[in-house]
């Protein structure tokens, strides 16, 4: 049974950093291509960053040269390193596998995510 579970969020000013964490299971992770989507009000969600089972990274023009992507195979664990942070930043920040993890019959999966909101 699959299960992400992402941690870190939380207020910070504009200018400020988060590292957001997460951690997975139920899935194949040393092999698997992992991003980071997130979703703000009244917004799809965006997929912000990705990290190849190489370790091969991308990013969103939005994030580029600010958010950095890295995996740890050991504690199949994916981070987010979150710097010099902006309003628009705001948003719920989910991990999931790229493309997004499908559950037979029931459709993609997707954890609980972690807040990130960032003031003025």
């Known amino acids: 049974q699959v299960q992400l579970a992402e941690s870190g969020g939380d207020l910070v000013q504009a200018g400020g950093s988060l590292r957001l964490s997460c951690a997975a299971s139920g899935i194949p992770f040393s092999i698997a291509a992992m991003g980071w989507y997130r979703q703000a009000p009244g917004k799809q969600r965006e997929l912000v960053a990705t990290i190849s089972r190489s370790s091969t990274t991308n990013y969103s023009d939005s994030v580029k040269g600010r958010f950095t992507i890295s995996r740890d195979n050991a504690k199949n664990t994916v981070y987010l390193q979150m710097n010099s942070l902006k309003p628009e930043d705001t948003a719920v920040y989910y991990c999931?596998?790229?493309?997004?993890?499908?559950?037979?019959?029931?459709?993609?999966?997707w954890g609980q995510g972690t807040q990130v909101t960032v003031s003025s």
């Open positions: 999931n596998t790229e493309p997004a993890y499908v559950v037979p019959g029931r459709g993609n999966y």
